[in-house]
């Protein structure tokens, strides 16, 4: 028992190395951040839509319509989830820039790209639960909690960026 | 036979590790690196040490002294070894510290515990009680720096922070090597004695690819990144409104 242990652990470990020696060449190449239409995005993750088409729609169509939407949506949050990581290394290698307002200003961009792509993955586990049973819709369960999270998250939203209309707002 | 077969590999890890130290030392890696070069330079004296009273066979009581002694050493040195990787890692990233941190305190906690459940349901083919208590106080240990390594490794996936190339190499090659001993000492308690000169040959052959590791990205010139645009903040909340609405929607 512990011998399978001990070399699952191993193996694991092993995959992790591969798998960063794979991102850092990916990130030597560079990727600039990418464009990404939020409009779209909106569009996508309507759910009043999603209400119309599974009326309209017979149930092995709008799972088939449903999956395809998550997988397009999959694409999106994986560009956010992307952007993010370019902008917290962007936001470590401008820590040693003479002017303190600059660093200031990349530490709080930092912050909040660390606390979007904790989101990404959410959303993630989000998507793949709905991907494997499409039929499941998580939110309303769960939306009190939900909405203090929400809540916490644009308070802190707030703090980095006063402007933000609907940090503002809650 | 067995036994060249044995000193060849540890023969050249003394060639190998005379080279790591060299080019730590030219390189003035003690100024970066200060824990990192403790570790190399010890284990290089250690290794003479150990290699001189096996071949001079001063007494078995000396070299089993001499063996724990330079195995505590490397796992301490080890262990820090971790802890300057993870220092250089998120030196770019004060945002993450705190985090990273928090993480890493509960990733040690977990570790030392799956390492006691995990020597305490190992079956111990060895007949020395001693040694076997030994083995066990290392198979913990090696848990805990390879548990370590998998936890960086994963938390630099997660948030796709950037590797150095000095801490990459250092990291990979200490990865390997400690990855290795962890099978092999795991190994060595299962089975006993009996499987003992194949795997004292397993651990050199790591030990000394982890070297070439080490000594290659030391050497090798860093790779440039090409700089690109830091978008404004106001772009960062709107990517993060959207990513909240479809959590929260």
Avoid at chain 1, 30 to 41: E, K
Avoid at chain 1, 98 to 124: K, Y
């Amino acid at each position: 028992m512990t011998i399978v242990l001990v070399i699952a652990l191993a193996l694991l470990t092993i995959t992790l190395f591969y798998v960063g020696l794979r991102s850092r060449r990916k990130h030597v190449a560079s990727r600039p951040i990418q464009p990404l239409d939020l409009s779209a995005f909106h569009t996508l993750i309507d759910r009043d839509d999603e209400v119309f088409l599974r009326e309209k729609l017979t149930r092995s169509e709008f799972f088939r319509l449903k999956r395809l939407r998550i997988r397009v949506t999959w694409k999106y949050v994986h560009r956010i989830s992307d952007n993010s990581a370019v902008v917290l290394r962007l936001a470590g290698m401008t820590r040693q820039d003479p002017d303190p307002q600059v660093v200031e200003t990349a530490l709080q961009l930092a912050d909040l790209a660390t606390t979007i792509r904790m989101q990404c993955f959410v959303a993630f586990a989000k998507l793949a639960v709905e991907f494997m049973l499409p039929s499941m819709q998580l939110t309303p369960a769960m939306l009190a909690p939900k909405y203090e999270s929400l809540r916490a998250n644009l308070m802190l939203l707030r703090t980095l960026h006063p402007q933000a209309p609907l940090a503002a707002a809650i | 036979m067995l036994t060249k077969t044995l000193l060849s590999p540890w023969f050249a890890a003394l060639l190998v590790q005379s080279l790591l130290a060299t080019v730590l030392l030219v390189k003035r890696m003690w100024k970066k690196f200060p824990l990192f070069v403790s570790y190399a330079v010890a284990n290089f004296l250690l290794s003479i040490a150990l290699y001189a009273v096996y071949v001079l066979w001063v007494s078995r009581r000396a070299y089993f002294n001499a063996y724990w002694f330079s195995e505590a050493v490397g796992l301490f040195l080890g262990l820090a070894v971790v802890f300057e990787i993870f220092r250089h890692l998120l030196a770019p990233y004060p945002a993450l510290r705190r985090l990273a941190t928090q993480i890493f305190q509960g990733a040690v906690v977990c570790l030392l515990l799956l390492g006691g459940i995990l020597s305490y349901a190992q079956s111990v083919g060895e007949h020395s009680h001693i040694q076997a208590a030994f083995f066990i106080v290392e198979q913990v240990g090696r848990i805990l720096e390879v548990g370590l390594l998998l936890c960086l490794f994963l938390f630099a996936t997660v948030f796709g922070l950037h590797w150095r190339q000095y801490v990459f190499g250092i990291a990979l090659g200490l990865g390997i090597f400690v990855t290795v001993e962890l099978v092999a000492v795991t190994m060595r308690l299962q089975f006993g004695v009996v499987a003992s000169p194949i795997l004292n040959i397993v651990r050199s052959v790591a030990f000394n690819a982890s070297m070439v590791i080490w000594i290659s990205y030391l050497l090798a010139p860093d790779l440039a990144t090409s700089p690109a645009e830091m978008p404004k903040r106001a772009q960062l909340a709107q990517w993060n409104r959207a990513v909240m609405e479809l959590i929260y929607q």
